[in-house]
Structures are given as structure tokens and as C-alpha cells.
């Protein structure tokens, strides 16, 4: 039984997509889609050896380079400066004052929840930026503080 070269391919990168599937990599896959597009187009205009090697190569190219780009990982360079304390991720925010604060305490509405501060001063309903954390309080400086302090420079 003679196999036509395309069905070759085919059944070629079905197998490297199972492979891809038991013993996982990451990179089978882009093969098993190469071999699978090269026998497609040698079934469909019956292409000799070379151009079926100069297809697959060039595929495989093209399913690393939108491989690559579909599973690139996003860029979380701000989530990984808090990755053992995410409430360092605070630092920056601009959060609602809920009890007058002061260098002796009071509270401030983060998202929907409450933290303990210090610093400031600010009135209730003023905003303010969390400038550092300190355990479980927050570190706040009056943002029209830090406005006037910008202009005046």
C-alpha cells in the first residue's frame, strides 16, 4: 500500500500532538501543527520533497512565532514586588479617609475594606497616598500636602 506523502505529514503531526499531550513540553505542539498545515498543502497541489521541507520549516516558524506571542506571559512586574505581602501592592494608591488621621492613628477605606493609619493629617473624606505599610497600619501622606509641595518646586 503506497501512502500519499501529505497523508504522511498529517498523521506525522497528529502523533507529535499526542506526544505533546503525554509527555508534555511545550514545543511538540508547534511541530505536530507545522506537519499537519505541510501534508494539507501537499494533498491539496501534490508537492514534491523539497518545497514539503521548505513548507514545513517555514510553518513550524510561523506556529513558534503566534505560539509564542499567544503564550507569552503578561508582564506582572508590579504584582511581583508584593508577592509575599501583597499589602505592599498598596504603596502609591490613593485611598478615602474614613477617621481623621494623624501621626497617632485613625482609618482609611481601601477598596472595600478598612485599614488602620498614619500619618497625614487628614480629615475625614480627604484623600491621601499610601506611602509605605507597617505591619497592619498604613502609612499615608495628605495628597493636596503632596500637590502644594510639587507646585511650590
Not at 506526544?19 to 501537499?42: C, K, N, Q
Not at 477617621?99 to 487628614?122: F, I, L, M, T
Request: glycine share 12%.
Amino acid at each position: 500500500m503506497d501512502l500519499h506523502p501529505g497523508w504522511i505529514w498529517a498523521i506525522g503531526g497528529l502523533l507529535l500532538l499526542i506526544a505533546e499531550v503525554v509527555a508534555p513540553g511545550f514545543f511538540l505542539v508547534f511541530l505536530g501543527v507545522a506537519a499537519i498545515a505541510t501534508g494539507l498543502f501537499t494533498l491539496l497541489f501534490d508537492l514534491s520533497l523539497a518545497p514539503q521541507l521548505v513548507l514545513f520549516v517555514i510553518y513550524t516558524a510561523l506556529a513558534i512565532m503566534i505560539g509564542k506571542r499567544w503564550y507569552a506571559e503578561p508582564d506582572h512586574a508590579d504584582q511581583s514586588i508584593g508577592l509575599n505581602k501583597p499589602s505592599d501592592r498598596m504603596v502609591g494608591k490613593s485611598v478615602v479617609v474614613i477617621d481623621p488621621v494623624d501621626e497617632h492613628g485613625g482609618r482609611v477605606r481601601v477598596g472595600d475594606g478598612e485599614w488602620s493609619a498614619r500619618g497625614g493629617p487628614a480629615a475625614a473624606g480627604a484623600r491621601v497616598r499610601v506611602t509605605a505599610v507597617d505591619g497592619n497600619c498604613l502609612l499615608v501622606e495628605n495628597v493636596a500636602l503632596l500637590s502644594e509641595t510639587q507646585t511650590k518646586e
